[in-house]
């Protein structure tokens, strides 16, 4: 049989990212029109039904590799770091202004556009599915990617409150869609009887499990980031170099154990906790940060 040279592992990450780049600076120079992300979509959606049959190179090698790997463990490496960074650009005043749009949008929204597309699965869809996986099926496709819109509205110059609303709500509905996929996809894997899989989520249940995931992920991320608004004010000597690299480790480890510890320890909602995490270092922390 082929044999599997493990070092080929550590290729994949690199080799995606010059794909990234390339990619990036044929869309960004001469094709505009084209959305980065369905590019990036089409290409790796090639890359792994190439690597799938063909063979002696380290390339494919490597994308056979990642192709098996854990979906969680793929969450945990880059999903803390994306969505601190995205949380920590945006502009805290216009935030609190919004808040409660933001929440409406992200929360009854997520769940009604949910609602929508399960019953068109439910009643267009030939496939007789019962009515909570079509629920689950909805959630996937309720948290919507405004990377796309987000650049038009800056090429056309449009409104901050109008590109706030996009971020903002696009940051949230993720944890909220996390929120609704582990209930309504519980209910699921009860109805088909597994045993040790599933649990019947009802009203009082579900709405108790929501409130524990959503608040208890923002409680721990607010925790989090005055912890670290807490070490940047101790590490904020401007002309210390070795401090300066220390504040940047201090907040990529604050990312990723926010949602560590909300998402497996805690068992709420590990995106949220980041998402608020990275609001409230933009808030306290921003002037504390040595950009220098």
Known sequence: GHEVELPNVVLFPWFSMLIGVFAY?????????????????ITGAMMGYLALYTHGNAVAETIRLWLGINGEVIILTFLPGL?????????????????????TFAFPMVLAGTTLTALVAYFVFPYGWSFDLCMTFGVILAATDP???AVLLNELGAPSRLKIHIAGESLMND????????????????????EGFGEAIGWGRGFALFFRLSLGGACIGLAFGVGLVTLLFNFNRRLSKEENVIQVTTTIMTAYLSFYVSEILAGCSGIIAVVFCGITTKAFGETLINDS
């Open 25 to 41: 600076y044929l869309i960004s120079r001469y094709a505009h029109a084209l959305p980065y992300t369905a590019i990036m979509f």
């Open 83 to 103: 969505l601190f960074l995205d949380s920590y650009n945006i502009n805290v005043y216009l935030f609190k202004k919004s808040f409660w749009q933001l929440v």
């Open 147 to 149: 990377v796309a819109v």
């Open 175 to 194: 944890g909220s869609a996390v929120v609704f996929f582990h209930i309504f996809s519980s209910r699921f894997f009860h109805e088909l009887g597994i």
